[in-house]
């Protein structure tokens, strides 16, 4: 069955950047969108990116200007590059793969176990 893996997290300051990465595994044929949530403490998580399988992508507002999200197919990858970081962009960000078709498997939703996000001020 198909897993996924997120790495890039940590702490960085105000005004700085990280690059979040999210790699799926598991015989994958294909996967149709992938997106970036977050949930920070005492909130609801919220969907922060979403890229369709060819390419389309959306933002929240709150992120527009600042984050990119982009997928590399052939590794079964989507990245989120986030910039110009702020103090209330804290939170556990999750990424989820929809409509994953594997070796013997279709999954329809999938999420990654979280990667934590803190910006100082």
């Known amino acids: 069955q198909v897993q996924l893996v997120e790495s890039g997290g940590g702490l960085v300051q105000a005004g700085g950047s990280l690059r979040l990465s999210c790699a799926a595994s598991?015989?994958?044929?294909?996967?149709?969108?992938m997106g970036w949530y977050r949930q920070a403490p005492g909130k609801q998580r919220e969907l922060v990116a979403f890229?369709?399988?060819?390419?389309?992508?959306n933002y929240a507002d709150s992120v527009k200007g600042r984050f990119t999200i982009s997928r590399d197919n052939a590794k079964n990858t989507v990245y989120l590059q986030m910039n110009s970081l702020k103090p209330e962009d804290t939170a556990v960000y999750y990424c989820?793969?929809?409509?994953?078709?594997?070796?013997?498997?279709?999954?329809?939703?999938?999420w990654g176990q979280g990667t934590l996000v803190t910006v100082s001020s």
């Open positions: 890229i369709t399988g060819g390419g389309n992508t």
């Open positions: 598991g015989s994958i044929f294909s996967i149709n969108g």
């Open positions: 989820k793969a929809d409509n994953v078709r594997g070796l013997g498997y279709r999954t329809l939703e999938v």
